[in-house]
């Protein structure tokens, strides 16, 4: 199934086989990046709840074509406890087998059976504590999700969110549709480059000068600059862009606190991402640029290394030395 | 100011202004990531009607921290 629209969840009967996650593909290898997340809460039978999270990335640079598909299930009771919690089988990271999801279960498990939903934004204060971002932000979403409708006196509710990054001949065009509780909020972000982007040493993009006319459906437009001259610079403008968008959707569906679920904080990353790829030359590499990029974000300077780069943790070491001790 | 701009961390961070106080670490203690520091940024600017400059940002790591940069940056010294 392509993905270009997002699903009507009421009409899914079983949203925890999470089908409609895993069987979402993009095709179309102009669509750089394709994100797909969302958060379900209901009912079950004997005052037990739900909580199904899931994040579906679809990478297309050049040479690197990868599906990151992740989706978990918890189940809680009727005072929020959570007394289970699974990963669907189908989970791939971004660093593949590596991304040992039978490891981050166990030890998911082992901190948040017993606990609260609400407790798992204090349990993982950063997506270190969890080796893994995707997870990380799954789970975070859930916890903020779930306040939310604890607060607004429901027992059920559902958000999901779609986001495409496409290039055109100036620049990019980056859609978001966030749907959340029957209402929906629609970004379009058009952006075209003044200068050609500046990479650093390790690739990752350290100039950028462009504008940028965002569209929304319910407000007025407006034009950003961005402009930096180095690779924090860079982040920096990103994240201020974004946390503007955010700013403007936590206002337009009457949202405060600490709201995790949104695209927009990984939009950033997937923008600096996208504006790596743009500035590389040529196509000799380009793969494996990206895959020292990915490298860089997950396990570079200081930060707890992500699962699937873990070398103390890494499925081929456990298979390797399977037995010997 | 000092009131205005622990009622922006508090919301940033969903906790009440009263559990905030000068040595409280943003990330450590609130669980804010660098997109809620640069949220954080942006709303003190609308409110305050200045411009932080992002080479700044690594600077704030805790409230006492935000505060100072608003000041400098109110008083012209950024």
Redesign the interface.
Known sequence: MEIHDLPVLADISDPDSLDFVFDAHVRDRDVLITRYRGTIIRPLKEGRYQLIGWQKSIYHFGGLNREVPIGAVITADGEGIIRDFRFDGRCEGSQGKNCDFSILHERISEKLIGKTISDI??IY??AGDVQCLHVFEILCSIASFY?LLKNRGLEEGQEQELATIIPTESGLICRDRHELLGGFNETEMLLTHCEPHRLNERNLCSYVNCDVHVRRHNEGNVTESLY?ENF??V???L??L???C??QEKRYFGL???VRYSM??SL?GLFLLTFSHEGMEGSVDRALKIEKILHFIQAGEGRTPCLGFDGDLGIAKKILFAGNN | MREKVLALLAESAGVTADELNDDTRLVADLGLTSFDLSDIVVAAEDEFGIAIPDSRFPEIQTVADVLRVIEEVQDGDS
């Open positions: 934004e204090r204060i950063t306040g930096a924090e610079g982040y920096a403008q994240n201020r974004f946390s503007k955010l700013r405060s606190g600490k927009y904080p950033a």
